[in-house]
C-alpha cells in the first residue's frame, strides 16, 4: 500500500531487499504500482544481494534501478563464502547478468556499514576477491570502465540527476577526483590501493 500511494502521489521509492525471495517481493509490488500514474519512476531497489536465473527476469520486467555495493564482496566475501550454500554463490551480487539483461544498476556504498571506498569496491566488482584474496562469483565480474560508471552516471541516473552531475560536461557540478593512476588501464589488482592525488 505504501509503495502504491508513493506512486499514484508521484514519489519513488527505494526498497531494501537481500535474499531471493525479498527480491522477488520487491519487483512484484513495483510492477503492480507501476500501474497507476506516472510510470517513469526511477524506483529503486537497494542491495539485490542474492539474483539467480528465477528472480532475473521479474526484477528486469520491473524496469527498478539495482542500487548495489559490491563492497561487500570485499569486506564481507570471506562470511558469503562460509556461509551461503554453494547453491546461491553464483548470484550474489549478479553484477554481470544485470547488465547482459539491461537492467539499471548504479553503486554506492552503504556506508557507515561498509567503508566508503569506492575504489575498494571497483576493485571486488571487476576481480570478485575478497580481502583475503578468495573469489566471490567470479562468473559476475565487470570491467573497471564499467564499474566506474556505476559508480558515477549510474548513481547520477538512480537520483535523477544525471542533468547535473555523474559526468564532466559543460554545465554539470565540478564533481570530480583526481587519481594518482588510471583505473582503466592498471593491473586490476591494483585497484584497491589508488589513492586521490
Known amino acids: 500500500d505504501l509503495v502504491m500511494e508513493a506512486q499514484r502521489r508521484g514519489f519513488p521509492v527505494a526498497i531494501h531487499a537481500v535474499e531471493a525471495e525479498t527480491v522477488d517481493l520487491a519487483t512484484e509490488v513495483i510492477t503492480e504500482a507501476r500501474g497507476f500514474g506516472d510510470s517513469s519512476l526511477r524506483h529503486r531497489i537497494e542491495h539485490v544481494s542474492e539474483c539467480p536465473p528465477q528472480s532475473l527476469e521479474k526484477l528486469r520486467a520491473s524496469g527498478a534501478v539495482v542500487v548495489t555495493q559490491p563492497g561487500f564482496i570485499f569486506r564481507s566475501g570471506e562470511k558469503y563464502l562460509r556461509e551461503v550454500s554453494p547453491a546461491k554463490q553464483p548470484f550474489l551480487y549478479a553484477i554481470a547478468d544485470w547488465m ?52 558515477t552516471l549510474g548513481g547520477a541516473h538512480a537520483n535523477n540527476n544525471e542533468d547535473i552531475s555523474g559526468s564532466i560536461l559543460p554545465g554539470k557540478r565540478a564533481d570530480l577526483v583526481l587519481l594518482e593512476a588510471n583505473p582503466t588501464t592498471v593491473n586490476p589488482e591494483i585497484l584497491k590501493n589508488i589513492s586521490p592525488n
Do not use: H, K, W
Open 100 to 151: 547482459r539483461a539491461g537492467i539499471t544498476v548504479a553503486f554506492s556504498s552503504d556506508a557507515p556499514v561498509v567503508p566508503p571506498m569506492p575504489m575498494e569496491a571497483i576493485y571486488a566488482a571487476t576481480t570478485r576477491r575478497t580481502d583475503q584474496a578468495n573469489t566471490v562469483a567470479p562468473g559476475q565480474s565487470i570491467d573497471p570502465l564499467v564499474a566506474l560508471r556505476l559508480f
